[in-house]
């Protein structure tokens, strides 16, 4: 089968009129494992801030609730985002900072898998949808709140090797 093994060794591009997907179905040479971790920030009101450290708000655990949303997002990147494969995550992690200097909430998300494709877009998915809940839950409170600097923070694994955000991210 020389045709399968050349296609094994380099991942195969079809094009659909201005799209492309990468075909990830040849590359089962190319299995590791991928971790990445994101981040973002959302700036909230002095009241804001106290009913989710305190656990006050109205609708409940904000950060619970929130860490929950992160996650099933995650899990569900290649519904909401066209031409992301389906990938299986081994692990899928929010966690929190709390910055009472700037009254603001840090969410971090780790996501990894062992596959034949990264998981960036899970681990910006995961974190972004985190920040929209905090804002769901807390927009009565207020409608003032700030949701910014969403980014990778570093990956390992993959064909593109070890990434590290530099410190001005």
């Known amino acids: 089968y020389p045709v399968l093994e050349t296609y094994a060794v380099i991942c195969q591009i079809i094009c659909f009129t201005d799209f492309i997907i990468l075909s990830i179905f040849f590359c089962y040479i190319l299995f590791f494992c991928a971790v990445r971790y994101a981040t973002g920030k959302i700036k909230v009101s002095q009241e804001v801030y106290e009913a989710i450290t305190n656990h006050t708000a109205k609708k409940g655990d904000v950060l619970g609730v929130a860490r929950i949303a992160g996650i099933m997002a995650a899990k569900k990147n290649a519904e909401l985002i066209p031409l992301c494969h389906i990938i299986p995550l081994t692990n899928c992690e929010i966690t929190y900072e709390m910055s009472k200097e700037e009254s603001a909430v840090i969410a971090f998300c780790k ?46 694994g993959g064909k593109s090797g070890h990434y590290v955000c530099e410190e001005s991210c």
């Open 111 to 156: 996501a990894s898998c062992v596959g034949k494709t990264g998981v960036e877009m899970e681990a910006l998915t995961g974190v972004s949808v985190a920040l929209l809940t905090i804002y769901d839950m807390c927009k009565a409170m207020d409608r003032g709140m700030e949701i910014s600097d969403i980014h990778l923070v570093e990956k390992s």
